[in-house]
């Protein structure tokens, strides 16, 4: 009787272990997930004040003096630049009210938003490194084709240009993580490959 009862309490002990131990992971999953929802959720607020920031500063740089006049609407670079700091600033904003509520992270749901994080993503790039390629010609010129420099007449409007250069990198860094963070979402739903396979076909390869 004695070695049943201590057979029945070891077996209770090493089941009561394996329950506290799958609670204890899924009370770090959950506290990973919550950490993981709250950066994401501020990754998709701060592009915003970013973005519009840039559109601002972008939409209201004009400079006129003794050489002419100039303002953002003379170069398609610059109204690019505005249209797409305007769409990441709308997406941003529409995005992190959908993560900021707790909802069940379904397979449509996370392709949705890898997807559209890579979109926004190469939009915001491209306005910036569009916006760099002319603002570097506008402050070097182009000797070759003589084409002086044109910071040095309008030195305020070339400065304006910089400041919404900068604020936009920094909303594009914002997008890569939330890119990197979309990506780990949607593929981490997606079971490894099984070793017994590998094996299988390993075996069989071996033997053909």
């Known amino acids: 009787?004695?070695?049943?009862?201590?057979?029945?309490?070891g077996t209770r002990s090493s089941i009561d272990m394996r329950n506290s131990v799958v609670v204890d992971d899924e009370e770090f999953d959950g506290k990973e997930a919550s950490l993981l929802r709250i950066v994401e959720t501020f990754l998709r607020l701060f592009p915003i004040g970013?973005?519009?920031?840039?559109?601002?500063?972008?939409?209201?740089?004009?400079?006129?003096?003794?050489?002419?006049s100039v303002a953002y609407s003379d170069l398609g670079a610059f109204r690019y630049l505005v249209h797409a700091n305007g769409?990441?600033?709308?997406?941003?904003?529409?995005?992190?009210?959908?993560?900021?509520?707790?909802?069940?992270?379904?397979?449509?749901?996370?392709?949705?938003?890898?997807?559209?994080?890579?979109?926004?993503?190469?939009i915001i790039?491209?306005?910036?490194?569009?916006?760099?390629?002319?603002?570097?010609?506008?402050?070097?010129?182009?000797?070759?084709?003589?084409?002086?420099?044109?910071?040095?007449?309008?030195?305020?409007?070339?400065?304006?240009?910089k400041a919404s250069l900068i604020i936009t990198f920094v909303a594009v860094v914002c997008y890569v993580l939330l890119s990197l963070i979309s990506s780990y979402r949607l593929f981490s739903k997606y079971d490894a490959p099984s070793q017994v396979n590998n094996y299988s076909n390993k075996d069989i390869a071996y033997n053909g």
């Open 50 to 68: 970013l973005c519009v920031t840039a559109l601002v500063i972008m939409l209201k740089n004009s400079e006129e003096n003794k050489y002419g």
């Open 1 to 9: 009787m004695d070695k049943g009862i201590g057979v029945e309490l």
């Open 125 to 161: 790039l491209a306005a910036g490194a569009v916006l760099a390629e002319v603002l570097y010609l506008a402050e070097k010129g182009v000797p070759s084709a003589a084409w002086s420099s044109a910071c040095g007449s309008f030195g305020s409007f070339c400065h304006k240009i």
């Open 87 to 122: 769409i990441c600033a709308g997406y941003s904003l529409f995005s992190a009210v959908i993560v900021a509520i707790p909802r069940p992270s379904t397979m449509p749901r996370a392709w949705t938003f890898f997807l559209l994080d890579q979109v926004l993503t190469y």
